[in-house]
């Protein structure tokens, strides 16, 4: 059977005495002193939700770029477990964890063990939702050249439970949406023989007609210690590119809150968006536009490392 | 935050398994202490299940071998780190990818391994099994798959759900769905694309006759019912046993291993009960 790519190498790596497993795919050409990380997306083992991140690290790979995608304490092949109750702990509670810097130590040790293996001076590091949050937070590292954050959350998820906690644009539209049912005979038929949610339905139009009425919305407080991570990376002039789905309900957030705050022309980062694309990618058509969309941006990265 | 697994006397390797289809991807944990000790493989279940599962499937793997089972944990091609494209898998391929890893612990270890399948990974190990294309000390089957055809409908359930989300609306049910995917357009289930093959395998499986081949001692664990035709089996011992679907994206995060592994060291590892608590 043919190989179209070369297996990684499985190595493993020490952090505050646990040991935690990364794969490491080998740049193929000559190499370009940068080196790529991708981190956990929350719970999911280090080849990423239907392996996206062995997609990503494949495409990278064949540009010259080392990259090391590694599975944190507490998941995949690496040691180590949450704290939690022995009857267990709501998982957002660990998202929280996650957002406000779980991590960081063992994205800090995987920085330090992709230079050792592979000489490379410059580091990148990326991921996905919860992977994008480690890598932010982590660019303190002084070999951290830029971060690339996928779908990246800004506000506390765990604070994100029902539709009285969504931003004013995503409770319009879903409000809108159930006005517009009200002349669809099929909605009807599904809300007379009890197939409609009732519950996301009473909550979406109270919600919206409690704004109308003068409630407001409710103050949507963004992720504090990611914030201070990203004014950090971008004082140190690191390469920052965020990329959203835009059918992601974390898009709406990142345009409502964080964009809002942090416009894009003072704060110099990059942003891309894949049209009809949802959170996971979970479509071939978006994940062939999210793949070109990463090669296009580290292709520049590099040249411009390679002139610094 | 974190707390270091506890009954640690495990060592773990990484390695490559040769396979058919392309290198596997696995993980052997065995015991510190020297001495034969019986060995187990573990058949995870399929696509979104097993990314769920996985970090479940670790933990019972060094409970396994705290308890002295030497325990070999691999991926099928196409999925986690192993070679391969998920869109060629088909119930074959699960069961070629199988019956390789069972071949590298037999080598490793000297021994005829037992296995415990999963979910989908049940149902894998009990098409090997009849077909005689394994040979198999025992068999731990945690709430299996067993009418597959039903499985399948659940999978597609997910991708009419995305297009409800995606689209506002049904673009194609079911039955165009399988259509498609025979016609060469994988139908992608979270992320996972189904090929015509695969489907067709799983609508065209029937497990009831494989059964009325299996001769190795089984244990069936599942928090409901179990199958008719898994309760009814002479060599198939069934306990109930409430458990949290460790395969699902969960809400509450459980830290110790799943409810089934001390009845699975009894059935694997008799004489072995001393499992200590491996997080």
Same mark, same amino acid.
């Given at each position: 059977?043919?190989?179209?790519?070369?297996?990684?190498?499985?190595?493993?790596?020490?952090?505050?005495?646990?040991?935690?497993?990364?794969?490491?795919?080998?740049?193929?050409?000559?190499?370009?002193?940068?080196?790529?990380?991708?981190?956990?997306?929350?719970?999911?083992?280090?080849?990423?939700?239907?392996?996206?991140?062995?997609?990503?690290?494949?495409?990278?790979?064949?540009?010259?770029?080392?990259?090391?995608?590694?599975?944190?304490?507490?998941?995949?092949?690496?040691?180590?477990?949450?704290?939690?109750?022995?009857?267990?702990?709501?998982?957002?509670?660990?998202?929280?964890?996650?957002?406000?810097?779980?991590?960081?130590?063992?994205?800090?040790?995987?920085?330090?063990?992709?230079?050792?293996?592979?000489?490379?001076?410059?580091?990148?590091?990326?991921?996905?939702?919860?992977?994008?949050?480690?890598?932010?937070?982590?660019?303190?590292?002084?070999?951290?050249?830029?971060?690339?954050?996928?779908?990246?959350?800004?506000?506390?998820?765990?604070?994100?439970?029902?539709?009285?906690?969504?931003?004013?644009?995503?409770?319009?539209?879903?409000?809108?949406?159930?006005?517009?049912? +009200?002349? @669809?005979?099929? =909605?009807?038929? #599904?809300? *007379?023989?009890?197939?409609? !949610?009732?519950?996301? %339905? &009473?909550?979406?139009?109270?919600?919206?007609?409690?704004?109308?009425?003068?409630?407001?919305?409710?103050?949507?407080?963004?992720?504090?210690?990611?914030?201070?991570?990203? +004014?950090? @990376?971008?004082? =140190?002039?690191? #390469?920052? *590119?965020?990329?959203?789905? !835009?059918?992601?309900? %974390? &898009?709406?957030?990142?345009?409502?809150?964080?964009?809002?705050?942090?416009?894009?022309?003072?704060?110099?980062?990059?942003?891309?968006?894949?049209?009809?694309?949802?959170?996971?990618?979970?479509?071939?058509?978006?994940?062939?536009? *999210?793949?070109?969309?990463?090669?296009?941006?580290?292709?520049?990265?590099?040249?411009?490392?390679?002139?610094? | 935050?974190?707390?270091?697994?506890?009954?640690?006397?495990?060592?773990?390797?990484?390695?490559?398994?040769?396979?058919?289809?392309?290198?596997?991807?696995?993980?052997?944990?065995?015991?510190?202490?020297?001495?034969?000790?019986?060995?187990?493989?573990?058949?995870?279940?399929?696509?979104?299940?097993?990314?769920?599962?996985?970090?479940?499937?670790?933990?019972?793997?060094?409970?396994?071998?705290?308890?002295?089972?030497?325990?070999?944990?691999?991926?099928?091609?196409?999925?986690?780190?192993?070679?391969?494209?998920?869109?060629?898998?088909?119930?074959?391929?699960?069961?070629?990818?199988?019956?390789?890893?069972?071949?590298?612990?037999?080598?490793?270890?000297?021994?005829?391994?037992?296995?415990?399948?999963?979910?989908?990974?049940?149902?894998?190990?009990?098409?090997?099994?009849?077909?005689?294309?394994?040979?198999?000390?025992?068999?731990?089957?945690?709430?299996?798959?067993?009418?597959?055809?039903?499985?399948?409908?659940?999978?597609?359930?997910?991708?009419?759900?995305?297009?409800?989300?995606?689209?506002?609306?049904?673009?194609?049910?079911?039955?165009?769905?399988?259509?498609?995917?025979?016609?060469?357009?994988?139908?992608?289930?979270?992320?996972?694309?189904?090929?015509?093959?695969?489907?067709?395998?799983?609508?065209?499986?029937?497990?009831?006759?494989?059964?009325?081949?299996?001769?190795?001692?089984?244990?069936?664990?599942?928090?409901?019912?179990?199958?008719?035709?898994?309760?009814?089996?002479?060599?198939?011992?069934?306990?109930?046993?409430?458990?949290?679907?460790?395969?699902?994206?969960?809400?509450?995060?459980?830290?110790?291993?799943?409810?089934?592994?001390?009845?699975?060291?009894?059935?694997?590892?008799?004489?072995?009960?001393?499992?200590?608590?491996?997080?």
């Amino acid at each position: 059977m043919s190989q179209l790519f070369p297996l990684p190498r499985v190595v493993s790596f020490s952090c505050e005495g646990f040991t935690l497993y990364g794969s490491l795919h080998a740049a193929e050409g000559p190499s370009r002193d940068i080196g790529m990380i991708l981190f956990n997306q929350g719970p999911l083992e280090r080849a990423g939700a239907h392996r996206l991140s062995i997609q990503i690290a494949r495409r990278w790979a064949k540009q010259g770029l080392p990259v090391f995608r590694v599975d944190a304490r507490g998941v995949g092949d690496s040691e180590g477990d949450w704290s939690v109750p022995p009857d267990g702990a709501p998982i957002r509670m660990l998202y929280k964890q996650v957002e406000e810097g779980a991590w960081t130590a063992d994205a800090h040790a995987a920085i330090d063990c992709l230079v050792r293996e592979t000489g490379v001076r410059h580091v990148v590091l990326g991921g996905l939702c919860g992977g994008a949050i480690t890598a932010l937070h982590a660019a303190t590292h002084p070999a951290v050249c830029g971060v690339v954050m996928v779908a990246m959350p800004v506000r506390p998820q765990s604070e994100v439970v029902g539709a009285g906690d969504l931003v004013d644009s995503k409770v319009k539209e879903e409000a809108k949406d159930y006005v517009a049912k +009200v002349f @669809a005979p099929d =909605a009807w038929k #599904r809300f *007379l023989t009890m197939q409609t !949610d009732y519950g996301t %339905l &009473w909550s979406v139009m109270s919600t919206r007609l409690h704004r109308l009425v003068g409630g407001g919305a409710p103050d949507a407080g963004m992720n504090v210690p990611l914030l201070r991570s990203f +004014v950090a @990376a971008s004082k =140190a002039k690191r #390469r920052l *590119l965020f990329v959203y789905p !835009d059918h992601d309900y %974390l &898009w709406t957030e990142f345009e409502e809150l964080f964009q809002t705050r942090y416009p894009q022309a003072e704060c110099g980062y990059e942003l891309r968006t894949i049209a009809n694309a949802n959170h996971t990618f979970t479509e071939s058509d978006w994940q062939a536009e *999210l793949y070109a969309t990463l090669e296009a941006w580290s292709q520049g990265l590099s040249a411009r490392e390679a002139g610094a | 935050m974190f707390e270091r697994t506890s009954g640690g006397a495990v060592r773990e390797e990484p390695l490559w398994c040769p396979a058919p289809g392309g290198a596997l991807y696995g993980m052997c944990y065995s015991p510190e202490r020297e001495g034969p000790s019986p060995a187990v493989v573990i058949a995870a279940p399929d696509g979104e299940e097993r990314v769920w599962a996985t970090r479940s499937l670790v933990r019972s793997a060094r409970g396994l071998a705290a308890a002295g089972c030497t325990v070999l944990r691999f991926d099928y091609r196409g999925q986690g780190e192993s070679e391969g494209e998920y869109e060629k898998t088909t119930l074959d391929t699960l069961v070629e990818d199988l019956v390789a890893a069972c071949g590298w612990l037999r080598e490793r270890t000297g021994r005829t391994p037992s296995l415990l399948g999963v979910r989908l990974g049940a149902a894998v190990g009990l098409l090997a099994a009849a077909m005689a294309a394994l040979e198999l000390q025992r068999m731990v089957l945690w709430e299996p798959v067993v009418d597959t055809a039903q499985y399948l409908n659940v999978l597609l359930r997910v991708n009419v759900a995305m297009q409800m989300v995606a689209h506002g609306r049904v673009l194609h049910e079911r039955q165009e769905l399988i259509a498609a995917a025979r016609a060469g357009k994988p139908v992608s289930v979270n992320g996972f694309n189904l090929s015509g093959a695969y489907i067709d395998g799983l609508l065209g499986t029937d497990l009831t006759a494989a059964l009325s081949r299996l001769a190795v001692p089984t244990l069936v664990l599942a928090g409901g019912a179990p199958p008719a035709p898994l309760a009814q089996h002479p060599h198939v011992r069934v306990e109930r046993i409430p458990i949290v679907p460790f395969w699902r994206e969960p809400k509450v995060h459980i830290a110790g291993p799943p409810a089934f592994l001390g009845k699975t060291v009894e059935y694997l590892a008799p004489g072995r009960q001393d499992l200590r608590e491996v997080s």
